[in-house]
């Protein structure tokens, strides 16, 4: 079975503060796709990264790192200096190749809400 | 700009009726889809839909009905028998079909059934 596990329910910090979050996955796929997306107040999914996984290379994107690493199963999101802008709840999500089967089933994460207090 | 329009943001409900949440898309994308989100939940898929005149059942189809007559067209229709529909609803669309396509969404819809 898939399965995406944020653990960190709720997190808040002070501007400027670096923070990470959390995401560690399960799947049996040998090939799959870790996505994250922001949900800001507004509601709208807004898509971050795709990572497959076959490239364990960390990725920075201005104030936004992830690093993944399979040995432990997890895709950690890094963001540093944070901006109150960055208040809203992240999602971890899953895309596995379901042995081979055509799917483009995602398998969210229950999301960490963000709290960034100026 | 290109994106995801869904309509209406808001939608109250009497118990008993159906209500149809529209989705379009300019993207020209051919899948797309429909997820629900409870507070504090992560998302579940309702349906989807591969190319124009076709759709599949999610995860949580009961209760719930599609047409994909039109590329950028998937409206989403709650009905009566659908037991617990207050929540919110996130339409969405990929380029193609098929794992790991990047699925990008729309704004979102709440419905409370009054």
């Known amino acids: 079975a898939q399965k995406v596990t944020q653990a960190q329910t709720e997190i808040s910090v002070v501007e400027k503060e670096d923070v990470t979050l959390d995401c560690v996955y399960e799947t049996r796929d040998t090939t799959y796709y870790l996505f994250w997306y922001k949900q800001p107040p507004s509601g709208e999914l807004v898509f971050l990264i795709r990572?497959?996984?076959?490239?364990?290379q960390n990725e920075i994107s201005g104030r936004y790192s992830w690093n993944f690493q399979k040995s432990t199963s997890s895709f950690n999101f890094t963001i540093t200096a944070s901006q109150v802008v960055d208040s809203a709840v992240y999602f971890c999500?899953?895309?596995?190749?379901?042995?081979?089967?055509?799917?483009?089933?995602?398998?969210f994460g229950t999301g960490t809400l963000l709290a960034v207090q100026p | 700009d290109g994106g995801i329009t869904q309509s209406p943001k808001y939608l109250f409900r009497k118990e008993g009726q159906n209500v149809t949440l529209s989705c379009e898309q300019n993207l020209n994308h051919d899948a797309m889809y429909w997820y629900r989100q409870d507070p504090g939940q992560g998302l579940r898929l309702i349906y989807y839909?591969?190319?124009?005149?076709d759709f599949q059942k999610g995860d949580i189809a009961e209760g719930y009905s599609v047409s994909r007559e039109k590329k950028e067209s998937f409206p989403l229709t709650v009905t009566s028998a659908q037991k617990n529909p207050t929540a919110f609803y996130l339409c969405a669309s990929s380029i193609v079909w098929g794992f790991g396509n990047t699925i990008y969404f729309g704004e979102g819809s709440w419905l409370t059934v009054v």
């Open positions: 999500a899953l895309s596995g190749d379901n042995y081979g089967g055509a799917t483009n089933k995602l398998i």
């Open positions: 990572r497959n996984s076959f490239d364990e």
């Open positions: 839909s591969q190319i124009v005149n």
